[in-house]
Antibody, heavy 116, light 106 residues
């Protein structure tokens, strides 16, 4: 069965970096794009962007250009999200989602807490 | 950027009541997608391509609309339908979600 399994919760200090992983199984990883979605505590869903898992090309929403990097470990069927120079407002749950237009496959979400 | 405006923001419905949620787009979109989210769990797809029911979703849910106006209807409210509902457009980048409608059980 198709699964997206994300890494565990993270507690970081402002200015630090974090890398979240999303490991896919049950399908050919490079056949579908991987999208990333942010949900701050008590807030709605915000689309961050996506990465072409065949070419590795990322596309970022404007609010996520600069400190956010989507990457792949295609041999491991894994997509990664790295956030650098963390700020308090980065505190959120981050979801990976396989091409929302092609089925309903989401990771369980990773809670990232940024606190001094 | 296409802005999706959902209404109402919050509502309560009694068991058996018909519920209609609306999503208005600032520009025309080809299709609308609807998700249900309970607490902080991963969103669950209910409707894709505007009106197609996702696998395993009860048939009391339905979707309709075109252009800039879309709706999600629950024909008969059940307790398990209490959740937050989001619309999502994939027509243009950046993809965008509506702010959500919180549906409570009366």
């Amino acid at each position: 069965q198709i699964q997206l399994v994300q890494s565990g919760p993270e507690l970081k200090k402002p200015g630090e970096s974090v890398k979240i992983s999303c490991k896919a199984s049950g399908y050919t990883f490079t056949d579908y794009a991987m999208h990333w979605v942010k949900q701050a505590p008590g807030k709605g869903l915000k689309w961050m962007g996506w990465i072409n898992t065949y070419t590795g090309k990322p596309t970022y929403a404007d609010d996520f250009k600069g400190r956010f990097v989507f990457s792949l470990e295609a041999s491991a069927s894994t997509a990664n999200l790295q956030i650098s120079n963390l700020k308090n407002e980065d505190t959120a749950t981050y979801f990976c989602a396989r091409d929302p237009g092609a089925g309903d496959y989401w990771g369980q979400g990773v809670m990232v807490t940024v606190s001094s | 950027e296409i802005v999706l405006t959902q209404s109402p923001t919050t509502m309560a419905a009694s068991p058996g009541e018909k519920v209609t949620l609306t999503c208005l787009a600032s520009s025309s979109v080809n299709y609308m997608y609807w998700y249900q989210q309970k607490s902080s769990a991963s969103p669950k797809l209910l409707i894709y391509y505007t009106s197609i029911l996702a696998s395993g979703v009860p048939d009391r849910f339905s979707g309709s609309g075109s252009g800039t106006s879309y709706s999600l209807t629950i024909s008969s409210m059940e307790a398990e339908d209490a959740a937050i509902y989001y619309c999502l457009q994939l027509t243009s980048t950046p993809h965008t979600f509506g702010a959500g409608t919180k549906l409570e059980l009366k």
